[in-house]
T-cell receptor, first 109, second 113 residues
Framework: AQRVTQPEKLLSVFKGAPVELKCNYS??????LFWYVQYSRQRLQLLLR?????SIKGFTADLNKGETSFHLKKPFAQEEDSAMYYC???????????WGAGTKLIIKP | EAQVTQNPRYLITVTGKKLTVTCSQN?????MSWYRQDPGLGLRQIYY???????DKGDVPEGYKVSRKEKRNFPLILESPSPNQTSLYFC????????????FGPGTRLTVL
């Protein structure tokens, strides 16, 4: 079955500390993986996707097919990173998006 | 401004009273979808549409209907709402599919009493 798991509902770190939000997936084919973010009072929006291999707002995510993971990382957290983060998966041959339950990231000053 | 709009933003209704939540996008996107967001469960896809007159069920379609008569509109219909449909609903659109960037509406908070 297709599944996306974000094991942490809440992650709290100090400003300047490294951040890692975990995402594990279960999918039999070749998935497209995404991180979406929802800042307070803003719409859900795309942060990054694995195929683009970009660093957005200092965040990176590497697809590890062996561990079926797509963890989101940032070396030095900033207060404006506080938000809700969702990992999502799409199969290339279908039109469904499967979402994780989300991780609320709080950056303490 | 390119965006996805939803109406109403907030709705309180009673069990069994039919309602429609509208969704419209002005980006000429082919793909549109509806999600519900519940605490601890993340987003779950209700229905999606690949193009006009083409719709398909997501993970939680029971109790919902959709239609796609025009490219820009994708209304969500609850013909007989029940309390377990109390949730936050999001509409989203993308250029051509679930593997493209999704653009989200602001959300509709629905309470069914």
């Amino acid at each position: 079955a297709q599944r996306v798991t974000q094991p942490e509902k809440l992650l709290s770190v100090f400003k300047g500390a490294p951040v890692e939000l975990k995402c594990n997936y279960s999918y039999s084919g070749s998935p497209e993986l995404f991180w979406y973010v929802q800042y307070s009072r803003q719409r859900l929006q795309l942060l990054l996707r694995h195929i683009s291999r970009e660093s957005i707002k200092g965040f990176t995510a590497d697809l590890n097919k062996g561990e079926t993971s797509f963890h989101l990382k940032k070396p030095f957290a900033q207060e404006e990173d506080s938000a809700m983060y969702y990992c999502a998966l799409s199969g290339r041959s279908n039109y469904q998006l499967i979402w994780g339950a989300g991780t609320k990231l709080i950056i303490k000053p | 401004e390119a965006q996805v709009t939803q109406n109403p933003r907030y709705l309180i209704t009673v069990t069994g009273k039919k309602l429609t939540v509208t969704c419209s996008q002005n980006m000429n996107h082919e793909y549109m979808s509806w999600y519900r967001q519940d605490p601890g469960l993340g987003l779950r896809q209700i229905y999606y549409s690949m193009n006009v007159e083409v719709t398909d069920k997501g993970d939680v379609p029971e109790g919902y209907k959709v239609s796609r008569k025009e490219k820009r509109n994708f209304p969500l219909i609850l013909e007989s709402p029940s309390p377990n449909q109390t949730s936050l609903y999001f509409c989203a659109s993308s250029l051509a599919g679930s593997y493209n960037e999704q653009f989200f509406g602001p959300g509709t908070r629905l309470t069914v009493l």
